[in-house]
């Protein structure tokens, strides 16, 4: 087992025997932890991760302030924040130095925490409206209707009309549009007699086909 490794294995032991019962304080896996600083509904609370490498301590561990609980934190102060926790660890480089990273934060609260707003900062409706305006549809449907709203509009307005005379002005078309003229069947099929003797006969002008 190398010195690094044995370090960090007693720096956990201790670590989690410290903070045993505290809420604030999280271990995430072997070599990363966590401690929450402020309420949970506090604009001004905030948490910091810091995570081991493998030369750690000997190294400077990760600092990291872009987990999803920062989202509402000002980019200064988590600046700020990351900046003093650098600079402390820079004096402790060779011994175990997580404990003492998170418990400098605590003097210091109010000077971290000075810059940033006491309530949400609202987004404004003309940023909300400028977003809106810039979505776009990307789904392959919405393609296709255009593709189809395309077609229908390369009617022509006479097309258009032939159209609607076809139907009964209501969208459908009138009983017997497709049936064949009896009359004009009988005078393509038979003899110029017999078609002139249905049509004598005939008491309606046409059949269904």
């Known amino acids: 087992m190398s010195e690094m490794k044995e370090l ?3 720096e ?5 025997s410290i903070y045993e019962g505290d809420t604030a304080f999280k271990q995430i896996n072997a070599t990363t932890f966590q401690y929450k600083y402020g309420e949970d509904d506090d604009n ?11 030369e ?12 999803f609980y920062n989202r509402h934190l000002k980019a200064s102060v ?10 402390e660890a820079e004096q402790w480089l060779g011994c175990g130095m997580t404990y003492t990273l998170f418990e ?11 810059d940033q707003p006491d309530e949400p900062i609202p987004i404004p409706t003309a940023d909300v409206e400028a ?24 009617l022509t307005k006479a097309q258009k009309r032939r159209q609607w005379e076809r139907t009964d002005h209501k969208g459908e078309r009138a009983r017997g549009w497709d049936w064949v003229d009896i009359v004009k069947h009988l005078s393509q099929t038979g003899s110029k007699e017999d078609s002139q003797n249905a049509a004598n006969s005939a008491n309606v002008q046409s059949v269904p086909s």
Not at 12 to 16: G, K, M, S, V, Y
Not at 44 to 54: A, H
Not at 131 to 153: H, M, V, W, Y
């Open 44 to 54: 001004k609370s905030f948490l910091v991760e810091i995570c081991w490498g493998q």
């Open 104 to 114: 400098c934060l605590k003097e210091r609260i109010q000077e971290l925490i000075q």
């Open 131 to 154: 977003n809106l305006d810039s979505l776009t549809i990307s789904d392959s449907n919405s393609n296709a209707l255009k593709k189809t709203a395309a077609k229908k509009e390369q």
């Open 56 to 67: 750690y301590p000997s190294a400077v561990p990760t600092i990291n302030m872009d987990t």
């Open 12 to 16: 956990r032991e201790a670590l989690i």
């Open 8 to 10: 960090q294995d007693e």
């Open 78 to 87: 988590k600046d700020k924040i990351s900046a003093i926790l650098k600079e």
